[in-house]
């Protein structure tokens, strides 16, 4: 696999369309950090970190709006790839839907939101927006 990033995202983004309750992804901490901003941001319901003998999974709760059935997510959408990284400092952090979504960087402080990084004054690499 050329892109794990990408991969966690497609999984999600699949299993929504599927309607899945549950999703499960391969593990590594840059994902467990993805997850856990996901889950803080009200995007997932749940998460739970399965360690097996080489690299253990993440299993993901999705969450739907209750009344139309639609998912919460309503785009993952991976913007630094392997062929084109993309870098910015603490003061060209992107604003997604003027406010209304997410970034998620890749910092010298880990993963962290956009909003996040805007107050510790760090930049990284842009992961992907969410919203």
Partial sequence: M???IADFLTRI???QLARHKVVEIPSSNLKKGMTKILHDKGYIL???FEENEVQGTIKIALKYNPETKQPVIKKL???SRPGLR???GFNELPRVLNGLGIAIISSSKGVVTDKEARIQHIGGEVLCYVY
């Fill in 46 to 48: 749940n998460y739970k």
């Fill in 77 to 79: 959408q991976r913007i």
């Fill in 13 to 15: 983004r699949n299993a």
């Fill in 86 to 88: 993309k870098y910015v």
């Fill in 2 to 4: 050329t892109d794990p």
